[in-house]
């Protein structure tokens, strides 16, 4: 067959280890033009029309590709008939451009094809067959960069080979590999399949969690499941903090679609299934440690298979929070149920707030807002307690008992300053441990920087070029003022604990007559460090559990309460 033009067919799959040592794509196509230009083979053009085989996204995936190497290789490439494929071959006729090739062979369009190997092409028997047929019809011309083919009885025989060994090896490698598998996974070792968070150690085979990205990923679970934010923030926020799905061969940018079965695998409380296996990582692997509780899986389970609704916790409006006098949560009737904060008539008090600002930009609600205006209600339809309402005002008369029985001598008072103390020296210990921590992942990325910076230097870039690598440089920039926000942010969070401390200590001998004075906001911060939470109910009475370790600190006694009439129990 003379006059022919080539089309070159690459591929790489997924599912191919890192042991088999398998070409990339772009080296593929570097060796084929190599190939065609030593041995004088024309490579056919691209067609106007190439969707069969490209789409607008596998072009932008090798503009933006971050290896200039490779990005150049595609681009330097583009005009010519080049099929990229990146599925299995263990299956036959489930590769759509390796089928749309065939159809085009077989309709004449297509006349010889090149590719590095022949096992690129096909590895099953009954595609090798139908291959193999179209060589017979002499409807194909096949090149290889690394086997020798001439369409003949030996040559065919020589290909016919090379596919038999090359299924028998995939078959007896896929054997091994279970056989390994499943003696692999009885003995709770990793089969090297990618875990957020964790890493396959070499040397044991067992999970163990990431130096960099376990406590990433573990943040990352606090976020969907407390704050429920959604999958496509929680995969921003990792990639921005440089979070990996990292491989043996490569690293790749966490991808919001793969996080909904993150949240649902039962592997980051414990359990490993493989195929009708469970293996208990927390018997089984001694270098173990669990990302979440069994509890928190349950409850992303239940969000996700049974449908319910998401939790999502109510957030108080910032314009508000200066009448928020007990944190939230922390009111309840007797079925469990959350009571919610109002406040009426809010409209009035906007529009008596925005005049007072005028005068005094400093003014806020807490400062006009009386306790008799703020209420609690049942506002949760599944209560049996549903509309229950009771006034701030009265509970705050009981909060305010229940302070003034608060006896401490000097005794207790040395303690509790004692107790404080030694907290503050855990506190410490915490924050010395992660600053030295991000201090380390700190140094790495900026090493990290300046490899890739140096790597890059030798190449004398263009105008698309330059800018690929100044967004690589741009993230890496990023990462690291990420980082410093966290360590800063270390010694916010220092600060104002001791402020709580210093808070506690002070109100411990005083606490009744520091919370009559105190304003809105400073009496949810009394009441979190004293009190658990209060329980009303039906007869609007309170229950105050103050923490158990200060229960000793105050008298036992009934006083009245409720409404006036009703006798409240604290």
Not at 259 to 282: K, S
């Amino acid at each position: 067959m003379t006059g022919i033009e080539y089309v070159i067919y690459c591929r790489k799959s997924t599912d191919e280890s890192s042991g088999m040592q398998v070409q990339s794509i772009p080296d593929q196509i570097k060796k084929c033009i190599e190939y065609a230009k030593n041995n004088g083979l024309k490579i056919k053009e691209k067609p106007q029309d190439f969707s069969d085989f490209e789409t607008e996204l596998d072009i932008k995936k090798e503009d933006t590709d971050t290896d200039i190497n490779s990005r150049r290789i595609y681009k330097e490439t583009r005009n010519l008939f080049i099929i990229k494929e990146q599925k299995s071959w263990k299956e036959p006729w489930i590769r759509p451009k390796w089928r749309k090739l065939i159809k085009q062979i077989e309709s004449g369009k297509i006349k010889g094809l090149l590719s590095y190997s022949p096992d690129r092409q096909a590895r099953n028997i009954l595609e090798w067959w139908e291959l193999i047929n179209l060589v017979d019809e002499w409807m194909i011309d096949l090149k290889y960069t690394n086997f020798h083919f001439e369409n003949n009885a030996s040559g065919k025989m020589m290909l016919g080979i090379w596919f038999v060994f090359s299924k028998q090896y995939s078959d007896k490698l896929s054997e091994d590999i279970t056989r390994w598998n499943k003696t692999t996974t009885s003995k709770g070792k990793s089969l090297g399949k990618y875990k957020y968070g964790y890493y396959r150690d070499e040397e044991t085979g067992y999970y163990m969690k990431h130096p960099e990205y376990f406590s990433l990923m573990q943040k990352a679970f606090k976020m969907k499941l407390y704050e429920n934010k959604s999958d496509d923030y929680i995969a921003n926020w990792l990639n921005s903090n440089w979070f990996y799905r990292e491989t043996k061969k490569e690293k790749n940018a966490v991808s919001f679609k793969r996080l909904g079965n993150v949240w649902r695998d039962e592997f980051y409380y414990g359990l490993y299934f493989h195929w009708d296996e469970i293996i208990d990582q927390r018997e089984l692997n001694p270098y173990y440690e669990a990302m979440i509780t069994e509890t928190e899986h349950q409850i992303l389970y239940d969000r996700y298979h049974k449908k319910n609704k998401q939790y999502q916790e109510k957030k108080q409006k910032d314009e508000y929070y200066s009448i928020t006098p007990i944190p939230q949560g922390l009111i309840k009737v007797e079925d469990g149920y959350t009571m919610t904060r109002y406040i009426t008539p809010i409209g009035r008090f906007k529009k008596k707030l925005e005049k007072l600002q005028k005068d005094n930009p400093k003014i806020v609600y807490w400062d006009f807002v009386k306790s008799s205006q703020i209420r609690y209600r049942m506002a949760n339809k599944k209560s049996k307690f549903l509309n229950l309402e009771i006034k701030f005002d009265v509970i705050e008369k009981e909060i305010i008992k229940k302070l003034d029985t608060l006896k401490i001598n000097e005794s207790d008072y040395q303690e509790f300053v004692s107790y404080i103390n030694n907290q503050l020296e855990e506190l410490n210990q915490s924050n010395r441990e992660e600053r030295n921590r991000l201090t380390l992942r700190l140094n790495k990325v900026s090493s990290q920087r300046t490899q890739y910076i140096k790597d890059n230097m030798k190449f004398k870039k263009d105008k698309e070029e330059l800018a690929v690598y100044e967004n690589e440089r741009k993230k890496f920039d990023m990462q690291i003022e990420s980082i410093k926000e966290e360590i800063d942010n270390i010694e916010i969070s220092e600060r104002d604990r001791l402020m709580e401390f210093e808070v506690f200590i002070n109100i411990l001998q005083k606490s009744g007559k520091y919370y009559r004075k105190a304003n809105y906001v400073q009496k949810a911060k009394i009441f979190e460090a004293v009190f658990l939470n209060i329980v009303v109910n039906k007869q609007k009475r309170l229950t105050l559990a103050v923490k158990p370790w200060l229960e000793s600190l105050f008298s036992k006694k009934i006083s009245s309460g409720g409404d006036g009439e009703n006798r409240t129990r604290v």
